[in-house]
């Protein structure tokens, strides 16, 4: 059955060394592991043989721990399903996304690239066990966009054990300063199943976390970033169109072991088990069929996270009704207080609105269960 998703989720396991806070399903490199992953991961596709995706996002694990004849052979698997102007976005760590790897990608229709930063301070570099240092990120910079690779995303992390306020500054300062386009934040959260988990790591208090968010939002919006969405910030509208996708709560598909997806009123969530999925590519660990009242909730609560807020003509669409209709009084609650904005258009929050995007959604909820 062809697809009607237009955007295609890739997750590849692999990682030369598992970071200290790493809950993703991941497992160590391991080139006979990495031949029968592609060997499955090729037989996945196979039946989207005639789709073409406006974004593809190749995510994990570390797609750029894979050897040079490994990564081509995993870029070549997605020539065929490209639309005209797709949006393909690589995650690549700054300590192996070599050269050699970096022309691979542009010649494979790689043209946005997602770098694991973190931190460029070397010694929270070592608390969570990343192996790059700064150097190498300013390398991986240079190299991508003399190849023209230009369309660049960092990551930057906040509320690290012993991060002090003006570590999280000087890591946005340097990022701003090399005219990087886009900049995703990502709070530090402990994991059972993380290192840090297991080593009963405590996280940073509420308190400090909501301070390193405020004022990245202060900085990276003071330097011309347009925050698009609760962590994600965008110079010249280079926002992630894969991540819109998401937000805009569309059908995309997941491949790889781990990955999930949303297709035809259904969630899913591919096995985790390598050893199944190298057996049957289709095995799956969830699969959860979506009422239409769980889907107009879960609009809500991806569409909430992004400044333009919700489309009410693309909620009409979908589901024949007005979204001011079946949350009347949440909706009344937050604008009376002035963190929601409603027009003609759309139902969208303020920035105060988004810090506390977890109570609107709870409202919202309680009030379909209890009207």
């Known amino acids: 059955m062809e697809s009607k998703a237009k955007s295609l989720y890739v997750h590849v396991p692999f990682c030369e060394h598992i970071c200290a806070y790493c809950d993703f399903m991941r497992v160590g490199y391991h080139p006979l592991l990495v031949k029968k992953y592609l060997d499955a991961l090729a037989k996945q596709l196979q039946p989207y043989k005639n789709d073409r995706f406006d974004t593809i996002y190749i995510g994990g694990g570390t797609p750029t721990s894979l050897n040079e004849d490994e990564f081509s ?3 070549s698997l997605f020539t065929d399903l ?17 050269e050699e790897k970096i022309k691979m990608a542009v010649h494979y229709g790689v043209n946005r690239i997602s770098l694991g930063v973190q931190t460029t301070h070397p010694h929270l570099l070592k608390i969570i066990t990343r192996t790059h240092q700064p150097a190498d990120v300013s390398q991986v910079i240079e190299l991508c966009i003399a190849h023209g690779l230009t369309n660049l995303s960092l990551d930057a992390m906040y509320g690290l ?17 090399q005219n990087i386009p886009h900049i995703s934040l990502y709070a530090l959260t402990i994991e059972p199943n993380s290192a840090f988990g297991r080593q009963k790591i405590e996280p940073v208090d509420n308190e400090l976390e909501g301070q390193f968010y405020l004022r990245a939002i202060e900085i990276l919006t ?21 991540n819109l996708a998401y937000w805009h709560y569309d059908d995309f598909v997941a491949m790889g072991p781990g990955g999930s997806g949303k297709e035809h009123h259904q969630r899913y969530t591919n096995t985790r088990n390598l050893e199944t999925y ?16 769980d889907e107009m909730f879960e609009t809500m609560m991806m569409g909430l996270r992004v400044k333009e807020g919700v489309s009410l003509t693309r909620f009409y669409q979908r589901y024949g009704v007005d979204p001011k209709d079946i949350y009347p009084k949440s909706v009344k609650k937050y604008s009376d207080c002035g963190w929601l904005r409603v027009d003609d258009t759309s139902i969208a929050l303020n920035e105060t609105g988004r810090q506390f995007l977890h109570d609107v959604l709870v409202d919202m909820m309680d009030e379909v269960i209890n009207p």
């Not at 490209?82 to 070599?98: D, G, H, I, K, V």
């Not at 054990?161 to 300063?177: G, H, N, R, V």
């Not at 347009?226 to 992630?240: G, P, R």
Request: with cysteine; proline share 3%.
């Open 73 to 75: 052979s995993l870029l």
């Open 82 to 98: 490209r639309s005209e102007l797709c949006e393909m976005t690589l995650e690549a760590n700054p300590e192996n996304f070599s």
């Open 161 to 177: 054990p012993f991060q002090k306020m003006e570590d999280f500054e000087s890591t946005l300062e340097w990022m701003i300063a």
């Open 222 to 242: 003071a330097a011309g970033y347009s925050h698009y969405e609760i962590s994600n910030f965008a110079k010249n509208d280079q926002m992630s169109k894969h």
């Open 278 to 293: 190298f057996n049957d590519e289709t095995a799956k660990d969830e699969r959860i069929e979506l009422s239409v009242e």
